[in-house]
Protein backbone atom coordinates (compact mmCIF):
# COMPACT_ATOMS: atom_id res chain seq x y z
CA UNK A 1 0.00 0.00 0.00
CA UNK A 2 1.30 3.31 -0.77
CA UNK A 3 2.10 5.95 2.03
CA UNK A 4 -0.60 8.50 3.09
CA UNK A 5 0.44 12.55 3.44
CA UNK A 6 -1.61 14.66 5.65
CA UNK A 7 -1.41 18.35 5.71
CA UNK A 8 -2.66 19.76 9.16
CA UNK A 9 -3.74 23.95 9.17
CA UNK A 10 -6.60 26.37 8.66
CA UNK A 11 -8.30 24.65 5.73
CA UNK A 12 -10.87 26.17 2.91
CA UNK A 13 -13.28 24.22 0.52
CA UNK A 14 -16.43 24.29 -1.10
CA UNK A 15 -19.78 22.67 -0.50
CA UNK A 16 -21.11 23.98 -3.73
CA UNK A 17 -21.56 27.31 -6.02
CA UNK A 18 -22.11 30.37 -4.31
CA UNK A 19 -23.84 31.78 -6.79
CA UNK A 20 -26.28 29.28 -6.74
CA UNK A 21 -26.81 28.56 -2.98
CA UNK A 22 -24.98 31.56 -1.12
CA UNK A 23 -21.48 32.39 -0.27
CA UNK A 24 -21.90 31.36 3.38
CA UNK A 25 -23.56 27.34 2.40
CA UNK A 26 -21.08 27.39 -0.05
CA UNK A 27 -18.21 27.94 1.76
CA UNK A 28 -16.43 25.11 4.08
CA UNK A 29 -13.75 26.25 6.60
CA UNK A 30 -11.96 24.06 9.41
CA UNK A 31 -9.95 26.48 11.77
CA UNK A 32 -8.14 22.83 12.37
CA UNK A 33 -8.28 21.03 9.69
CA UNK A 34 -6.34 18.17 7.78
CA UNK A 35 -5.85 17.01 4.03
CA UNK A 36 -5.20 13.35 3.42
CA UNK A 37 -3.65 12.75 -0.13
CA UNK A 38 -2.70 9.42 -1.83
CA UNK A 39 -1.42 8.81 -5.00
CA UNK A 40 -1.81 12.07 -6.22
CA UNK A 41 -5.47 12.24 -5.18
CA UNK A 42 -7.85 13.60 -2.31
CA UNK A 43 -8.15 10.54 0.08
CA UNK A 44 -9.72 12.54 2.97
CA UNK A 45 -10.66 16.02 3.78
CA UNK A 46 -12.07 17.82 6.83
CA UNK A 47 -11.36 18.71 10.99
CA UNK A 48 -8.19 17.36 12.11
CA UNK A 49 -9.69 15.15 14.82
CA UNK A 50 -11.77 13.01 11.89
CA UNK A 51 -9.17 12.93 9.48
CA UNK A 52 -6.10 11.88 11.77
CA UNK A 53 -8.22 9.24 13.28
CA UNK A 54 -9.03 7.80 10.34
CA UNK A 55 -5.33 7.22 8.97
CA UNK A 56 -3.11 6.66 12.01
CA UNK A 57 -0.37 5.81 10.43
CA UNK A 58 0.34 8.86 8.06
CA UNK A 59 2.97 10.90 8.13
CA UNK A 60 1.47 14.35 9.16
CA UNK A 61 2.59 17.78 8.04
CA UNK A 62 1.76 20.84 10.60
CA UNK A 63 1.04 24.21 9.04
CA UNK A 64 0.14 25.95 12.30
CA UNK A 65 -2.25 29.14 10.90
CA UNK A 66 -1.46 28.57 7.20
CA UNK A 67 -4.45 28.30 5.19
CA UNK A 68 -4.42 24.80 2.71
CA UNK A 69 -7.20 25.64 -0.50
CA UNK A 70 -7.84 24.38 -3.71
CA UNK A 71 -4.80 25.33 -6.31
CA UNK A 72 -5.99 27.92 -8.03
CA UNK A 73 -6.96 27.78 -11.47
CA UNK A 74 -6.62 30.10 -14.48
CA UNK A 75 -8.80 29.27 -16.98
CA UNK A 76 -7.43 31.79 -20.19
CA UNK A 77 -3.94 32.44 -20.43
CA UNK A 78 -1.00 33.02 -23.51
CA UNK A 79 2.05 31.50 -22.07
CA UNK A 80 3.80 32.86 -25.29
CA UNK A 81 3.21 36.31 -24.32
CA UNK A 82 5.06 35.89 -21.00
CA UNK A 83 7.69 38.37 -22.26
CA UNK A 84 5.41 41.09 -22.71
CA UNK A 85 3.45 41.19 -20.18
CA UNK A 86 3.87 44.54 -18.85
CA UNK A 87 3.98 46.08 -22.40
CA UNK A 88 2.80 49.72 -23.00
CA UNK A 89 -0.06 51.89 -24.41
CA UNK A 90 -1.98 49.51 -26.98
CA UNK A 91 -5.57 48.44 -27.23
CA UNK A 92 -6.43 45.07 -28.44
CA UNK A 93 -5.77 45.37 -32.46
CA UNK A 94 -3.40 47.54 -31.84
CA UNK A 95 -2.06 45.57 -29.21
CA UNK A 96 -1.65 41.91 -31.06
CA UNK A 97 0.48 43.63 -34.13
CA UNK A 98 2.38 46.01 -32.10
CA UNK A 99 3.43 43.68 -29.44
CA UNK A 100 1.41 39.64 -29.69
CA UNK A 101 2.65 38.64 -33.62
CA UNK A 102 5.99 39.47 -33.58
CA UNK A 103 6.86 37.51 -29.96
CA UNK A 104 4.56 34.84 -31.05
CA UNK A 105 6.60 34.47 -34.66
CA UNK A 106 9.69 33.43 -32.79
CA UNK A 107 8.11 29.95 -31.17
CA UNK A 108 8.97 28.02 -34.04
CA UNK A 109 11.94 27.89 -32.39
CA UNK A 110 11.40 25.27 -30.21
CA UNK A 111 14.78 25.97 -27.85
CA UNK A 112 13.00 29.36 -27.57
CA UNK A 113 9.19 27.77 -26.99
CA UNK A 114 10.90 25.39 -24.18
CA UNK A 115 12.53 28.60 -22.40
CA UNK A 116 9.43 30.70 -22.59
CA UNK A 117 7.88 27.67 -21.18
CA UNK A 118 9.56 27.65 -18.16
CA UNK A 119 9.40 30.83 -17.09
CA UNK A 120 5.48 30.69 -17.55
CA UNK A 121 5.75 27.48 -15.13
CA UNK A 122 7.80 29.00 -12.75
CA UNK A 123 5.81 32.18 -12.33
CA UNK A 124 2.37 30.08 -12.31
CA UNK A 125 3.95 27.65 -9.75
CA UNK A 126 4.95 30.05 -7.84
CA UNK A 127 1.52 31.98 -7.78
CA UNK A 128 -0.03 28.98 -6.01
CA UNK A 129 -2.22 28.22 -9.68
CA UNK A 130 -2.10 24.63 -10.50
CA UNK A 131 -3.63 24.33 -13.79
CA UNK A 132 -4.45 26.47 -16.87
CA UNK A 133 -5.42 26.63 -20.20
CA UNK A 134 -3.32 28.21 -22.25
CA UNK A 135 -2.74 29.13 -26.26
CA UNK A 136 -0.05 27.92 -27.72
CA UNK A 137 1.17 29.80 -31.16
CA UNK A 138 0.58 28.67 -34.48
CA UNK A 139 3.66 26.44 -34.62
CA UNK A 140 3.41 22.72 -33.40
CA UNK A 141 7.01 23.64 -31.54
CA UNK A 142 5.10 25.81 -29.05
CA UNK A 143 2.85 23.16 -27.64
CA UNK A 144 5.60 20.29 -27.33
CA UNK A 145 7.46 22.84 -25.51
CA UNK A 146 4.32 23.72 -22.91
CA UNK A 147 3.05 20.28 -22.28
CA UNK A 148 6.63 19.03 -22.53
CA UNK A 149 7.32 21.49 -19.23
CA UNK A 150 3.95 20.53 -18.01
CA UNK A 151 4.81 16.88 -17.66
CA UNK A 152 8.43 17.26 -16.72
CA UNK A 153 6.75 19.46 -13.94
CA UNK A 154 3.72 16.70 -12.76
CA UNK A 155 0.85 19.26 -13.53
CA UNK A 156 -2.19 19.28 -15.19
CA UNK A 157 -2.59 21.68 -18.50
CA UNK A 158 -4.83 22.30 -20.97
CA UNK A 159 -3.70 24.16 -24.27
CA UNK A 160 -3.39 24.05 -27.80
CA UNK A 161 -2.37 25.11 -31.15
CA UNK A 162 -3.23 28.58 -32.27
CA UNK A 163 -4.90 28.25 -36.15
CA UNK A 164 -5.43 31.62 -37.91
CA UNK A 165 -5.09 32.22 -41.36
CA UNK A 166 -5.55 35.32 -42.18
CA UNK A 167 -5.19 38.95 -40.80
CA UNK A 168 -1.53 38.22 -39.31
CA UNK A 169 1.78 38.45 -40.87
CA UNK A 170 2.98 36.06 -42.88
CA UNK A 171 5.58 34.45 -40.72
CA UNK A 172 2.03 33.49 -37.88
CA UNK A 173 -0.24 31.87 -40.87
CA UNK A 174 -1.18 28.11 -41.25
CA UNK A 175 -3.56 27.37 -43.44
CA UNK A 176 -7.70 25.89 -43.06
CA UNK A 177 -5.91 22.40 -44.19
CA UNK A 178 -2.84 22.96 -42.23
CA UNK A 179 -4.46 23.76 -38.97
CA UNK A 180 -6.51 21.16 -38.79
CA UNK A 181 -3.72 18.38 -40.01
CA UNK A 182 -1.26 19.59 -37.05
CA UNK A 183 -3.92 20.15 -34.68
CA UNK A 184 -5.36 16.41 -35.31
CA UNK A 185 -1.98 15.30 -34.84
CA UNK A 186 -1.34 17.19 -31.39
CA UNK A 187 -4.40 16.21 -30.36
CA UNK A 188 -2.74 12.54 -30.58
CA UNK A 189 0.35 13.38 -29.29
CA UNK A 190 -0.76 14.80 -25.99
CA UNK A 191 -4.77 14.78 -25.48
CA UNK A 192 -4.98 12.77 -21.78
CA UNK A 193 -1.77 11.37 -21.71
CA UNK A 194 -0.30 11.79 -18.76
CA UNK A 195 -2.43 15.10 -17.21
CA UNK A 196 -2.49 16.83 -20.39
CA UNK A 197 -5.55 17.57 -22.11
CA UNK A 198 -5.58 19.74 -25.75
CA UNK A 199 -7.90 22.64 -26.53
CA UNK A 200 -8.64 23.12 -30.06
CA UNK A 201 -7.56 27.17 -30.68
CA UNK A 202 -8.97 28.99 -33.10
CA UNK A 203 -7.45 32.34 -31.96
CA UNK A 204 -10.70 34.62 -33.07
CA UNK A 205 -12.95 35.17 -35.74
CA UNK A 206 -11.08 37.47 -37.46
CA UNK A 207 -7.63 35.88 -37.80
CA UNK A 208 -9.76 32.70 -39.72
CA UNK A 209 -10.89 32.66 -43.09
CA UNK A 210 -14.59 30.78 -43.05
CA UNK A 211 -12.43 27.70 -44.36
CA UNK A 212 -10.58 27.95 -40.94
CA UNK A 213 -13.42 28.00 -38.78
CA UNK A 214 -15.45 25.22 -40.66
CA UNK A 215 -12.49 23.22 -40.32
CA UNK A 216 -11.83 23.75 -36.48
CA UNK A 217 -15.86 22.73 -36.10
CA UNK A 218 -15.29 19.49 -37.35
CA UNK A 219 -11.84 19.10 -35.77
CA UNK A 220 -13.66 19.31 -32.38
CA UNK A 221 -16.50 17.35 -33.79
CA UNK A 222 -14.75 14.25 -34.15
CA UNK A 223 -12.55 15.15 -31.13
CA UNK A 224 -15.97 16.39 -28.49
CA UNK A 225 -13.90 15.80 -25.30
CA UNK A 226 -11.41 18.68 -26.08
CA UNK A 227 -11.87 21.69 -25.18
CA UNK A 228 -12.62 24.70 -27.77
CA UNK A 229 -10.89 28.12 -26.85
CA UNK A 230 -11.48 31.58 -28.36
CA UNK A 231 -11.84 35.04 -28.08
CA UNK A 232 -15.67 36.52 -28.26
CA UNK A 233 -16.46 40.33 -28.19
CA UNK A 234 -13.60 41.71 -26.14
CA UNK A 235 -13.46 45.58 -27.81
CA UNK A 236 -15.82 47.20 -29.42
CA UNK A 237 -13.36 47.39 -32.91
CA UNK A 238 -13.20 44.24 -32.97
CA UNK A 239 -16.60 43.91 -33.00
CA UNK A 240 -17.20 46.06 -35.50
CA UNK A 241 -14.27 44.14 -37.64
CA UNK A 242 -16.30 40.88 -37.15
CA UNK A 243 -19.14 42.12 -38.87
CA UNK A 244 -17.25 43.22 -41.24
CA UNK A 245 -15.79 40.46 -42.30
CA UNK A 246 -18.80 38.65 -41.66
CA UNK A 247 -21.53 40.67 -43.07
CA UNK A 248 -24.20 37.47 -42.86
CA UNK A 249 -23.97 36.81 -39.23
CA UNK A 250 -26.65 38.97 -37.12
CA UNK A 251 -23.53 38.60 -34.54
CA UNK A 252 -20.20 37.45 -33.12
CA UNK A 253 -21.32 34.46 -31.44
CA UNK A 254 -23.36 33.91 -34.53
CA UNK A 255 -20.09 33.49 -36.31
CA UNK A 256 -18.83 30.98 -34.04
CA UNK A 257 -22.49 29.31 -34.21
CA UNK A 258 -22.43 28.75 -38.03
CA UNK A 259 -19.27 26.61 -37.93
CA UNK A 260 -20.61 24.71 -35.06
CA UNK A 261 -18.13 26.08 -32.35
CA UNK A 262 -20.58 26.80 -29.25
CA UNK A 263 -21.68 24.41 -26.84
CA UNK A 264 -20.38 22.49 -23.80
CA UNK A 265 -16.40 22.65 -23.38
CA UNK A 266 -16.28 25.86 -25.42
CA UNK A 267 -14.97 28.69 -23.54
CA UNK A 268 -14.96 32.00 -24.63
CA UNK A 269 -12.18 34.39 -23.59
CA UNK A 270 -13.74 37.82 -22.10
CA UNK A 271 -17.39 38.22 -23.33
CA UNK A 272 -17.86 41.62 -22.36
CA UNK A 273 -19.89 43.69 -25.39
CA UNK A 274 -22.70 40.92 -25.23
CA UNK A 275 -26.00 41.01 -26.79
CA UNK A 276 -28.79 39.67 -24.87
CA UNK A 277 -29.21 37.27 -27.58
CA UNK A 278 -25.42 36.10 -27.13
CA UNK A 279 -25.39 35.92 -23.34
CA UNK A 280 -28.59 33.62 -23.62
CA UNK A 281 -27.12 31.24 -26.32
CA UNK A 282 -24.16 30.91 -23.91
CA UNK A 283 -26.23 30.04 -21.46
CA UNK A 284 -28.45 27.26 -23.34
CA UNK A 285 -25.63 25.86 -24.91
CA UNK A 286 -23.75 25.14 -21.76
CA UNK A 287 -20.90 27.14 -23.18
CA UNK A 288 -18.16 29.09 -20.85
CA UNK A 289 -16.85 32.32 -20.36
CA UNK A 290 -13.46 32.75 -19.31
CA UNK A 291 -13.47 36.60 -16.95
CA UNK A 292 -10.49 38.48 -17.30
CA UNK A 293 -10.61 41.17 -15.73
CA UNK A 294 -7.07 42.91 -15.05
CA UNK A 295 -6.71 42.29 -19.39
CA UNK A 296 -9.89 44.31 -19.82
CA UNK A 297 -8.65 47.08 -17.42
CA UNK A 298 -4.90 47.01 -18.64
CA UNK A 299 -6.03 46.99 -21.80
CA UNK A 300 -9.24 49.49 -21.52
CA UNK A 301 -11.70 47.23 -23.18
CA UNK A 302 -14.35 47.34 -21.18
CA UNK A 303 -16.30 45.35 -18.24
CA UNK A 304 -17.70 42.18 -18.20
CA UNK A 305 -20.69 41.53 -16.56
CA UNK A 306 -20.34 38.24 -14.29
CA UNK A 307 -22.66 38.76 -12.05
CA UNK A 308 -25.50 38.52 -14.71
CA UNK A 309 -24.03 36.30 -16.54
CA UNK A 310 -24.01 33.56 -13.58
CA UNK A 311 -27.33 34.62 -12.88
CA UNK A 312 -28.43 33.83 -16.37
CA UNK A 313 -27.04 30.10 -16.16
CA UNK A 314 -23.52 30.89 -17.96
CA UNK A 315 -20.74 28.86 -16.28
CA UNK A 316 -17.33 31.64 -15.74
CA UNK A 317 -14.33 30.90 -14.47
CA UNK A 318 -11.71 33.64 -13.75
CA UNK A 319 -8.67 33.70 -15.99
CA UNK A 320 -5.33 35.98 -16.12
CA UNK A 321 -5.00 36.67 -19.88
CA UNK A 322 -1.57 37.39 -19.80
CA UNK A 323 0.04 39.08 -21.71
CA UNK A 324 -2.73 41.49 -22.09
CA UNK A 325 -3.51 40.39 -18.80
CA UNK A 326 -1.43 42.55 -16.12
CA UNK A 327 -0.72 39.74 -13.62
CA UNK A 328 0.09 36.46 -12.91
CA UNK A 329 -1.52 36.32 -9.66
CA UNK A 330 -5.13 35.15 -9.15
CA UNK A 331 -5.23 37.83 -5.82
CA UNK A 332 -4.49 40.37 -8.38
CA UNK A 333 -7.50 39.28 -10.81
CA UNK A 334 -10.10 38.45 -7.80
CA UNK A 335 -9.40 42.11 -7.30
CA UNK A 336 -9.63 43.06 -10.53
CA UNK A 337 -12.83 41.22 -11.15
CA UNK A 338 -14.06 42.68 -7.72
CA UNK A 339 -13.48 46.26 -8.97
CA UNK A 340 -14.95 45.10 -12.30
CA UNK A 341 -18.04 44.09 -10.61
CA UNK A 342 -18.25 47.44 -8.23
CA UNK A 343 -18.44 49.63 -11.37
CA UNK A 344 -21.35 48.04 -12.53
CA UNK A 345 -22.80 47.78 -9.23
CA UNK A 346 -22.53 44.88 -7.72
CA UNK A 347 -19.82 43.70 -4.78
CA UNK A 348 -18.60 40.27 -5.14
CA UNK A 349 -17.91 38.47 -2.20
CA UNK A 350 -14.88 36.86 -1.04
CA UNK A 351 -16.58 33.20 -1.26
CA UNK A 352 -17.57 34.36 -4.87
CA UNK A 353 -14.47 35.65 -6.32
CA UNK A 354 -12.44 32.63 -4.75
CA UNK A 355 -14.85 30.16 -6.24
CA UNK A 356 -14.51 31.78 -9.76
CA UNK A 357 -10.98 31.28 -9.20
CA UNK A 358 -10.37 27.70 -8.55
CA UNK A 359 -14.11 25.43 -9.00
CA UNK A 360 -15.54 27.83 -10.82
CA UNK A 361 -12.53 28.05 -13.12
CA UNK A 362 -12.17 24.38 -13.40
CA UNK A 363 -16.36 23.66 -14.20
CA UNK A 364 -15.93 26.17 -16.93
CA UNK A 365 -13.32 23.87 -18.41
CA UNK A 366 -15.27 20.57 -17.91
CA UNK A 367 -13.03 19.46 -15.50
CA UNK A 368 -14.67 19.97 -12.07
CA UNK A 369 -14.58 16.38 -11.27
CA UNK A 370 -11.11 16.50 -11.36
CA UNK A 371 -9.73 19.64 -10.21
CA UNK A 372 -10.69 22.93 -8.46
CA UNK A 373 -11.56 21.88 -4.95
CA UNK A 374 -11.00 19.76 -2.01
CA UNK A 375 -13.23 16.92 -2.17
CA UNK A 376 -12.47 13.47 -1.48
CA UNK A 377 -11.41 11.79 -5.09
CA UNK A 378 -10.24 14.98 -6.71
CA UNK A 379 -6.54 15.63 -8.13
CA UNK A 380 -4.56 16.47 -4.88
CA UNK A 381 -3.93 20.10 -6.31
CA UNK A 382 -3.68 22.34 -3.72
CA UNK A 383 -1.92 25.60 -1.97
CA UNK A 384 -0.88 26.72 0.85
CA UNK A 385 -1.49 30.27 2.49
CA UNK A 386 0.22 32.30 4.49
CA UNK A 387 -2.56 35.08 5.43
CA UNK A 388 0.42 37.96 7.17
CA UNK A 389 2.91 37.32 4.05
CA UNK A 390 3.07 41.20 4.21
CA UNK A 391 3.02 43.41 7.48
CA UNK A 392 -0.23 45.21 6.21
CA UNK A 393 -1.35 41.81 5.73
CA UNK A 394 -0.52 40.52 9.61
CA UNK A 395 -2.28 43.98 10.80
CA UNK A 396 -5.17 43.40 8.90
CA UNK A 397 -6.17 40.07 9.67
CA UNK A 398 -5.00 40.49 13.27
CA UNK A 399 -7.97 42.35 13.16
CA UNK A 400 -10.39 40.23 10.92
CA UNK A 401 -13.48 39.20 12.82
CA UNK A 402 -14.24 36.41 10.34
CA UNK A 403 -12.27 34.33 7.87
CA UNK A 404 -13.64 35.98 5.27
CA UNK A 405 -12.75 38.92 6.39
CA UNK A 406 -9.25 37.37 6.32
CA UNK A 407 -9.70 36.37 2.81
CA UNK A 408 -11.36 39.52 1.51
CA UNK A 409 -7.80 40.88 2.70
CA UNK A 410 -5.83 38.03 0.72
CA UNK A 411 -7.94 39.26 -2.28
CA UNK A 412 -7.03 43.27 -2.29
CA UNK A 413 -3.44 42.82 -0.27
CA UNK A 414 -1.68 39.38 -1.59
CA UNK A 415 0.63 38.41 -4.02
CA UNK A 416 2.81 35.69 -4.81
CA UNK A 417 4.56 36.32 -1.28
CA UNK A 418 1.49 34.89 0.39
CA UNK A 419 2.33 31.19 -1.80
CA UNK A 420 4.22 29.27 1.00
CA UNK A 421 3.98 26.24 -1.47
CA UNK A 422 2.05 24.77 -4.12
CA UNK A 423 1.19 21.09 -4.33
CA UNK A 424 0.16 19.49 -7.46
CA UNK A 425 -1.08 15.80 -7.48
CA UNK A 426 -0.28 15.40 -3.93
CA UNK A 427 3.34 16.57 -4.67
CA UNK A 428 5.19 20.12 -3.48
CA UNK A 429 5.82 21.29 -7.41
CA UNK A 430 6.64 25.31 -5.74
CA UNK A 431 8.24 25.97 -2.33
CA UNK A 432 8.50 29.56 -1.29
CA UNK A 433 11.59 28.28 1.23
CA UNK A 434 13.62 26.74 -0.98
CA UNK A 435 13.03 29.49 -3.92
CA UNK A 436 15.18 32.11 -2.56
ZN1 LIG B 1 -6.64 35.93 -24.68
Known amino acids: MTETTILRGRLLRFAGDPFEIGAEAALCFDEDGALAMRDGIIADVGPAAMVLADHPGAQVTHLGESLIAPGFVDCHVHYPQTGIIASYGAQLLEWLNTYTFPEESRFGDRSYAQSAAQTYFDEQLRNGVTTACSFCTIHPESVDAYFDEAARRGVRAMGGKVMMDRNAPNTLTDTAQAGYDDSKALIGKWHGVGRALYAVTPRFAPTSTEAQLAAAGALWAEHRDC ?38 RAIFGHAIHLSDREAARLAETGASVAHCPT ?32 SFSMFHTMKAAYEVAQRRGVSLSPVHLWWLATAGAARALGIGEKIGNLAVGLEADAVVLDLASTPILRHRVARADCINEALFAQIVLADDRAVTSTLSGGRVVYDQGESR
Open 295 to 326: SNQFLGSGECDVAGLMGRGVRVGLASDVGGGS
Open 227 to 264: VMQTHLSENRNEIKWVGELFPGSFDYLGVYEKYGLVGE
